[in-house]
């Protein structure tokens, strides 16, 4: 029995970069050989495929006694929404709503002193 499989691995739109623990391991399409010992027991593989404007999506593959070739659909990324700031009001005084008191002579009864 081969010590091996190859995993053809493919994305839709194609030209998705993969990973494997943060190692870039090339473009879709792709072919990757796996060591049958790297997924013996029920371990898996996980890669990730990512391309701008779409969501990264994992793809995982386990043991196989043959060739294996798998087509990753890459989901578009939605428009973000986002909550509007607020608005600060620091900094940004209103004038008083009523005018300042004024003497006999319409003159402010407000003096200051230096």
Excluded: C, W
């Excluded at 049958?36 to 027991?41: D, I, T, Y």
């Excluded at 793809?59 to 607020?86: I, M, W």
């Amino acid at each position: 029995m081969p010590t091996s499989f190859v995993l053809q691995l493919d994305s839709t739109p194609t030209g998705a970069r993969v990973t494997e623990n943060g190692v870039v391991l090339g473009i879709t399409p792709l072919q990757i050989a796996i060591e049958r010992a790297s997924v013996a027991n029920g371990e898996t593989r996980v890669f990730q495929l990512e391309t701008s404007g779409y969501t990264t999506t994992a793809f995982a593959q386990g043991a196989s006694d043959a060739d294996v070739a798998h087509t990753v659909a890459l989901t578009p990324e939605t428009a973000r929404t986002t909550r509007p700031r607020p608005t600060s009001t620091a900094g940004t005084a209103k004038p008083p709503a009523t005018s300042p008191a004024k003497g006999p002579a319409g003159e402010s009864d407000i003096r200051l002193k230096r």
